[in-house]
T-cell receptor, first 114, second 113 residues
Framework: AQKITQTQPGMFVQEKEAVTLDCTYDTSDPSYGLFWYKQPSSGEMIFLIY??????QNATEGRYSLNFQKARKSANLVISASQLGDSAMYFCAMREEGAQKLVFGQGTRLTINP | EAGVAQSPRYKIIEKRQSVAFWCNPISGHATLYWYQQILGQGPKLLIQFQNNGVVDDSQLPKDRFSAERLKGVDSTLKIQPAKLEDSAVYLC???????????FGPGTRLTVL
């Protein structure tokens, strides 16, 4: 069974608008971590933000925030005031306490239009 | 602080040939990972090292893939012999400890003809 689901293969957004990238996950482990990575066309994976399953507050890092809804098993990434440089693939990933390894979703390709 | 280094960045080989990739993690990072990313998919873990010991190699095709991290620092991933379906980007990542955030290198794009 797929553990991380990203249902949006592609998204197109106007510059300066906010954008939400969806991510749902499936786990029976009560302790887990959720990550978002950005992958530009150059290929490197850039860490953006982390949310722990026991964290009380939603994570924020600059223009990035994570809308964590534990009961719905969703961990959507919100990018405020989008910029042209935000155009890239975005991957949601989960690490279960027991498994240790990261499991990635299929990714969402975000395109910011001027 | 220097990031994760990988070489080469690109490699083109013919099927049945062998190839090796090199990774140098962030200084002081004990845990090192190799991922395979096929076009249009998310990365998939191949092998995880803690210092110079293997923690997880359950998804490594051991009949053709091998990896080592002899001194607990840099690592080499080898494919021998390569198949067409091995065409992918091979990403190396490192973390300070097993539960910490993983930081990735630029990747090696392999094309098998």
């Amino acid at each position: 069974a797929q553990k991380i689901t990203q249902t949006q293969p592609g998204m197109f957004v106007q510059e300066k608008e906010a954008v939400t990238l969806d991510c749902t996950y499936d786990t029976s482990d009560p302790s887990y971590g959720l990550f978002w990575y950005k992958q530009p066309s150059s290929g490197e994976m850039i860490f953006l933000i982390y949310q722990g399953s026991y964290d009380q507050q939603n994570a924020t890092e600059g223009r990035y925030s994570l809308n964590f809804q534990k009961a719905r098993k969703s961990a959507n990434l919100v990018i405020s005031a989008s910029q042209l440089g935000d155009s890239a693939m975005y991957f949601c990933a989960m690490r279960e306490e027991g498994a240790q390894k990261l499991v990635f979703g299929q990714g969402t390709r975000l395109t910011i239009n001027p | 602080e220097a990031g994760v280094a990988q070489s080469p960045r690109y490699k083109i080989i013919e099927k049945r040939q062998s190839v090796a990739f090199w990774c140098n993690p962030i200084s002081g990072h004990a845990t090192l990972y190799w991922y395979q990313q096929i076009l249009g998919q998310g990365p998939k873990l191949l092998i995880q090292f803690q210092n110079n010991g293997v923690v997880d190699d359950s998804q490594l095709p051991k009949d053709r893939f091998s990896a080592e991290r002899l001194k607990g620092v840099d690592s080499t991933l080898k494919i021998q012999p390569a198949k067409l379906e091995d065409s992918a980007v091979y990403l190396c990542a490192s973390s300070s400890q097993r539960r910490d955030t993983q930081y990735f290198g630029p990747g090696t794009r392999l094309t098998v003809l």
